[in-house]
């Protein structure tokens, strides 16, 4: 895979990780006067591109001041250890509980990527995670901000998606790097040119009343541009935000009736499954998608697994 890099303005660029399939998963780079921050990381096997992506700005890995994570989740921060190792200037930023309980000490992290992914698949999508040294990470709670050669970053605590959840705005541009809060706005979706997102429920911290709280904190900065993790640059974000929240509510209504049918276990997560299945096809359809059915089947191949999962936990977390 050669590397896949959008420039956009005011030195943000999107870097394709390379994970799983093409423009899945997108590290972000941020260049101002001659130092560079990368919001979000892929996993290990990024690393190439990753450089790649700074000697095509006639950089080197010493002109990194920041890496930058949104959260913990692997297709994230799993790249993490092997940046820090690789860019000697470079300072992690990360929210407190990631901070605290994985990326010093990630056996938690793994363990727990293990049982969502299984140990096969975790080894073959992540590689190793090893600990990053603590005088080298920032806690970045509500409201801290750091600096890029002037450049100021602020960091909003955005649970919903997890609870290590940040989006980090830009002061240059008043833009906001989002992770996975604003769902998956993957480019097959892309439709006579507009973008259009679907939520993210998967395990294990999905929290929908946080959730839509997280989304209309950050539409409250009027932000011209968001940059999801999944995928890249994303404009018109108050209709974006609009159907995100509306999803949001279809996956608690459909996760809700499921409940109350009295389906358990394997029969409530087939049914679970099945449902987050039809609301993707039922957006699709509303939407104008120009995907064949089993197009999108494949480009949620895994997404209705992880959808469902995290729904399950939600589920069996709510009040008897």
């Known amino acids: 895979m050669k590397l896949d890099l959008i420039d956009y303005e005011h030195g943000i660029s999107a870097i394709d990780s ?16 001659g130092r560079a921050a990368f919001i979000d990381t892929g996993t290990n096997t990024s ?4 450089l790649e992506a700074l000697r095509a700005k006639g950089l080197t890995p010493e002109s990194v001041d920041y890496v930058m994570l949104t959260h913990i989740h692997l297709d994230h921060a799993g790249g993490a250890s092997q940046m820090m190792k690789l860019f000697p200037n470079a300072k992690l930023t990360v929210h407190p509980r990631g901070a605290r309980h994985s990326l010093a000490d990630p056996a938690k992290l793994w363990q727990a990527t293990v049982d969502v992914y ?12 090893i ?22 970053f602020l960091f909003l605590d955005t649970p919903g998606h997890a609870r290590h959840h940040v989006c980090i705005r830009d002061a240059k541009t008043g833009h906001f ?14 439709t006579d040119g507009k973008r259009y997102s679907f939520p993210t429920s998967s395990p294990s911290q999905f929290e929908p009343d946080l959730l839509h709280q997280t989304i209309d904190r950050v539409l409250s900065h009027h932000p011209e541009a968001i940059y999801l993790t999944h995928y890249a640059q994303v404009r018109e974000v108050p209709r974006i ?20 049918s009295g389906a358990r276990g394997e029969e409530r997560h087939q ?32 997404d209705d697994e992880l959808n469902a999962q995290g729904l399950a936990i939600w589920l069996d977390a709510q009040p008897a």
């Not at 790097?177 to 892309?190: H, I, N, P, R």
């Open 177 to 190: 790097f989002v992770g996975d809060c604003f769902g998956l706005a993957y480019t097959e979706l892309e």
């Open 118 to 129: 299984g140990l096969e698949t975790a080894l073959r999508n992540y590689g190793e995670i």
């Open 18 to 33: 390379g994970f799983v399939r093409p423009r899945l998963d997108a590290i972000h780079m941020v260049v101002e006067d």
């Open 241 to 260: 935000a609009a159907d995100v929240h509306r999803l949001i509510d279809a996956h608690v209504a459909m996760a809700k009736a499921i409940q109350a």
């Open 47 to 50: 690393i190439p591109f990753v």
């Open 271 to 302: 049914r679970l499954k099945a449902g987050v299945r039809k609301l993707i096809a039922d957006e699709a359809v509303r939407q104008g998608w120009k995907l064949t059915p089993a197009a999108l089947t494949e480009v949620f191949s895994v």
């Open 131 to 152: 600990p990053i040294p603590k005088e080298r990470i920032i806690e970045t709670p509500d409201g801290h901000t750091v600096a890029l050669a002037g450049r100021e």
